[in-house]
C-alpha cells in the first residue's frame, strides 16, 4: 500500500534531525512502524507509529527503558515540540501526538489542537492533565470524562470539531487500559462511535467551550437526577461511590446512565445494571427515563445476596463491591458493642452519608477510623479482621 506523502517525509524529517531509523511499512494497517534511536538527544530508544485515525494525523511514542516515568514522558514531550518547530508548518494542522507508555496526548499548545485539548482539560478534567484511557493501542482523539460513563471522540471536519459519542452505549471503563498495559485491540470508529451534530468552529475556543461545559452540565444533572431518585429508596446509595459500582439495599451493582446518539441525530437516554441483561430504563428524554427508574426501582428488592451494613463500610473502603464479604472480611471483632448494635449504627450513619473520619491510613499496616461513633481498625487491603469498638470521642 502506497504511504500518504506526509508519513513520508515525517520520516525523512527524523532522519535529518539525526536519528537513526529501522522502518517497518505495516500495509495492512496503513501504518508506519519506526525504531528510533538518537545518542545526543534521547537516552533510550523509541517505537514511533505514524498512523490516520478519525482524521488526524498520529504519532504514537513508546519506549522500552527503566528511566523514570516523568523523565520518560519530558523526554517524549520535549521531542515532539521540536518536532513542531521544525516540520513543514501545512503539514502540522491535524498533527497529534500520543505517548502509549503514559497515555497522554501531545500537542502543539498555541495551533487549534493544542488549544482544543487544554480546553478538555479544564472543562472535563477541571485541570487535570488529558490521558488517553482505552484499550485501543492506536487511537485517535478519544476522551472517557469522570463525569460521564461512557467515551468520546473528537475528529476534525473541515473546518470544525465534530463531537461523537460511544455507538453502543458501553461504560466509559470498558475503553480504558489498567495501569501502562494496553491490549492490542482495535476496532473501527463506526464500531465505537456515532457522530452526533454537535460541532463548534475550529477557531473558536467560545464555542468550544461551550459545547463542552454544556454536554458536562447536561449528563452531571442526569446522573444527579437517577442518583437522588434511587436514594428515596435506599438513601446510603452511592456512598461508597467508585466510579459507579456501590450497594442498593446492600446488595452490590454497578449501574450506568448514557445518553446515546442514533444516526438520524435523536438522542436516547437509558440506565443499565451493568453485568445483567436488566435494562431499568430507556427513553427519548431525561424526563422520561427517571419516571421509568422510579416504577423500576419500586416494584422491589434487588436480586442478590446483601452484604451487611459493616460489609459495605468495609467492602466500599477497600474498592471490592463484593457479594461475599467472608471472603474480605474473615472476622468482626467487636469490643463493648454488639455486632447488632454496630451494623445498625453504620446502616443509619451510611444513610445520613456521613464522612469517614480517618485516624490514620498507610500501606503494609492497619487502617484505623472513626465512623457512626466508632473506631474501627481493619488492614489496608483485604482480606482480615474488622475491630469495632465505641470512639473515645463519642
Wanted: proline share 6%; glycine share 6%; charged share 25%.
Amino acid at each position: 500500500m502506497e504511504f500518504t506523502h506526509w508519513k513520508r517525509r515525517l520520516q525523512d524529517h527524523f532522519e535529518r534531525m539525526g536519528f537513526s531509523l529501522l522502518t517497518e511499512r505495516l500495509a495492512s494497517q496503513d501504518m508506519v512502524k519506526l525504531e528510533a534511536t538518537h545518542g545526543a538527544f534521547l537516552f533510550f530508544p523509541v517505537t514511533i507509529h505514524l498512523y490516520e485515525r478519525s482524521g488526524w494525523k498520529m504519532i504514537a511514542f513508546e519506549a522500552e527503558t527503566q528511566e523514570e516515568p516523568q523523565l520518560v514522558e519530558q523526554q517524549i514531550a520535549s521531542l515532539f515540540q521540536l518536532l513542531m518547530v521544525t516540520f513543514q508548518e501545512e503539514e502540522r494542522e491535524f498533527l497529534l501526538g500520543f505517548h502509549a507508555n503514559t497515555g497522554r496526548y501531545l500537542t502543539d499548545r498555541n495551533a487549534p489542537v493544542g488549544r482544543l485539548v487544554r480546553l478538555i482539560e479544564e472543562c472535563w478534567y477541571d485541570g487535570d492533565v488529558l490521558r488517553v484511557e482505552t484499550f485501543d493501542p492506536f487511537p485517535g482523539l478519544f476522551v472517557a470524562p469522570p463525569f460521564a460513563h461512557q467515551s468520546y471522540a473528537f475528529m476534525p471536519e473541515e473546518r470544525t470539531w465534530r463531537l461523537s459519542v460511544g455507538r453502543t452505549g458501553r461504560p466509559a471503563n470498558d475503553y480504558r487500559f489498567d495501569g501502562t498495559i494496553l491490549a492490542p485491540h482495535r476496532l473501527p470508529e463506526s464500531e465505537l462511535f456515532t457522530m452526533t451534530p454537535l460541532t463548534a468552529p475550529l477557531e473558536d475556543d467560545q464555542a468550544i467551550r461551550h459545547l463542552l461545559e454544556k454536554e458536562r452540565q447536561t449528563i452531571a444533572a442526569f446522573h444527579e437526577r437517577a442518583m437522588n431518585t434511587i436514594r428515596v429508596y435506599d438513601p446510603s446509595f452511592g456512598f461508597a461511590w467508585r466510579g459507579t459500582q456501590t450497594f442498593f439495599h446492600g446488595v452490590p451493582v454497578n449501574p450506568f446512565a448514557q445518553r446515546l446518539w442514533l444516526e438520524n441525530g435523536v438522542t436516547r437516554y437509558r440506565i443499565l445494571q451493568q453485568g445483567s441483561t436488566r435494562l431499568l430504563a430507556s427513553g427519548e428524554t431525561c424526563d422520561a427515563v427517571i419516571e421509568m427508574l422510579d416504577d423500576a426501582i419500586s416494584s422491589g428488592e434487588p436480586d442478590g445476596q446483601p452484604v451487611s451494613p459493616i460489609g459495605q463500610l468495609i467492602l466500599g473502603v477497600w474498592q471490592q463491591i463484593e457479594s461475599d464479604e467472608a471472603t474480605y472480611i474473615t472476622q468482626v471483632d467487636c469490643r463493648g458493642i454488639s455486632r447488632t448494635q454496630a451494623d445498625n449504627r453504620i446502616r443509619h450513619a451510611l444513610a445520613r452519608q456521613e464522612t469517614i473520619n480517618w485516624v490514620h491510613r498507610a500501606p503494609n499496616e492497619n487502617d484505623v477510623c472513626r465512623f457512626a461513633g466508632l473506631k474501627l481498625t481493619f488492614p489496608h487491603r483485604p482480606p482480615g479482621v474488622v475491630t469495632i469498638e465505641r470512639s473515645e470521642t463519642e
